[in-house]
């Protein structure tokens, strides 16, 4: 019990210590978590566990979604693959779908790689002592 709470603790310093960037790489990295557990529910046809990671998932592609700048011309190409990515966990969830949920965990995969190199050459361009976001 105290190992729970301990990691816990941990992850919620993660969070409230984590530069927006930082944030930004935490949300893919669990949307793909999610999805991974979502993979594995339906492999073991617990389609309750399944339904509830895919909507976890569903729920962070929402949030980019929503908070997507649109001033900017790179917002005008996410926001299909956004929209996309989210139709396609929606529909493997409905139809216990591993194929759909995996074309959903392609796009948000190439997408979470994209961020973290943009993050690794935004640190890079500021020099050494920049505060490094967390994953």
């Known amino acids: 019990m105290q190992n729970s709470a301990a990691a816990e603790a941990y992850k919620r310093q993660q969070v409230l210590t984590a530069t927006p960037e930082g944030l930004t ?3 893919y990295n669990g949307c793909l978590k999610f999805m991974k557990e979502g993979i594995e529910a339906i492999e073991k046809k617990d389609y309750e566990a399944a339904n509830t990671n895919l909507q976890k998932a569903e729920r962070i592609i ?3 979604r929503v ?7 790179i917002s005008h ?3 299909p693959l956004y929209n996309y990515a989210y139709d396609c966990l929606v ?3 409905m139809k216990s779908s591993v194929d759909k949920v995996n074309e959903a ?3 948000i ?3 979470r790689d994209a961020w973290a190199q943009a993050m690794k050459k935004a640190r890079a ?3 050494p002592g920049v505060r490094e976001g967390r994953a």
């Open 25 to 27: 790489l935490m949300l």
């Open 62 to 64: 929402t949030e980019f």
């Open 67 to 73: 908070t997507l700048n649109m001033d900017y011309e």
């Open 77 to 79: 190409q996410l926001m």
């Open 91 to 93: 529909e493997g969830n």
């Open 105 to 107: 965990k392609d796009i």
């Open 109 to 111: 995969s190439g997408l």
């Open 125 to 127: 361009d500021k020099g």
